[in-house]
């Protein structure tokens, strides 16, 4: 319902109303780290260059809201990004190594680092953006100071992550590397084998997050799994419409 009402609103009223809903939950945590977040980003970061990088793209972003020329508007993404930082209690610890798989534009790994965690983040090699993709992605983490925690990776079917190092946290959000709407998205054997490999790269003590995308014309009722690869994933962690947590093997044991 929220939705639809939030659709008959122009869409800067719109933004505007869930810009006020993600500061009314931040405030529920009752944490000075958190509503501190973003004056700390905006120290240091170039945010008058997002705001002419939003400004530019605007005919982009009116001729397709989905596309990454979206992400031009720090003024919510940077707020959204501290309210996944807050879901994941980022802000009750410090000193954490966090991988972020397909870390875009970079918000998310600028809110970890300015709550005091270590991070580092990949995604696909600039040839495999698109235009808007390459420009907002590349200006984004260039203004934010995270361009030097952002490497290129490609994650293929099947194929160990070309990764080094233990982490203890990784997270992957709104997740297209599964072939995502494609002929060949994944099904229980792929992720059966990256969560396998994932999981070895953490720390003991550690945990993966991931948050999948709807394909309801794919999966019906279930939206974002097949049968197999859901009780796959509540095999190894907890399943919470598409948000999965998976601790590392041996937590709590």
């Given at each position: 319902m929220r939705e639809v009402l939030l659709a008959?609103?122009?869409?800067?009223?719109?933004?505007?109303?869930?810009?006020?809903?993600?500061?009314w939950q931040l405030r529920r945590y009752r944490s000075p780290a958190l509503l501190k977040v973003t004056s700390l980003i905006a120290r240091t970061a170039d945010l008058d260059r997002i705001d002419r990088l939003r400004r530019e793209l605007q005919p982009a972003y009116r001729a397709d809201p989905v596309s990454a020329a979206k992400?031009?508007?720090?003024?919510?993404?940077?707020p959204f990004n501290v309210h996944?930082?807050?879901?994941?209690?980022?802000?009750?610890?410090?000193?954490?190594?966090?991988?972020?798989?397909?870390?875009?534009?970079?918000?998310?790994?600028?809110?970890?680092?300015?709550?005091g965690h270590e991070c580092c983040g990949v995604d696909l090699p600039e040839s495999?953006?698109?235009?808007?993709?390459?420009?907002?992605?590349g200006e984004i983490l260039e203004a934010l100071g995270c361009r030097h925690l952002a490497s290129p990776l490609t994650i293929e079917r099947m194929a160990p992550?070309?990764?080094e190092g233990q982490y203890d946290l990784i997270t992957a959000?709104?997740?297209c590397f599964n072939r995502h709407r494609q002929p060949d998205e994944w099904g229980a054997p792929e992720w059966r084998f990256f969560i396998q490999d994932a999981l070895g790269r953490?720390?003991?003590?550690?945990?993966?997050?991931?948050?999948?995308?709807?394909?309801?014309?794919?999966y019906g009722a279930l939206r974002w799994y097949d049968p197999d690869t859901l009780a796959h994933l509540r095999s190894v962690g907890t399943v919470e419409k598409?948000?999965?947590?998976?601790?590392?093997?041996?937590?709590?044991?």
């Open positions: 008959l609103l122009p869409r800067p009223l719109a933004r505007w109303v869930e810009i006020q809903k993600l500061s992400y031009a508007d720090h003024r919510f993404w940077l996944r930082a807050a879901a994941l209690g980022l802000h009750a610890q410090t000193g954490l190594r966090i991988l972020d798989l397909g870390c875009g534009p970079g918000y998310f790994l600028a809110v970890a680092r300015a709550l495999g953006f698109s235009p808007v993709e390459r420009r907002v992605y992550l070309a990764l959000f709104w997740i953490l720390r003991p003590g550690g945990s993966m997050f991931l948050e999948l995308n709807a394909h309801p014309e794919r598409n948000r999965v947590r998976i601790p590392a093997p041996g937590h709590g044991s």
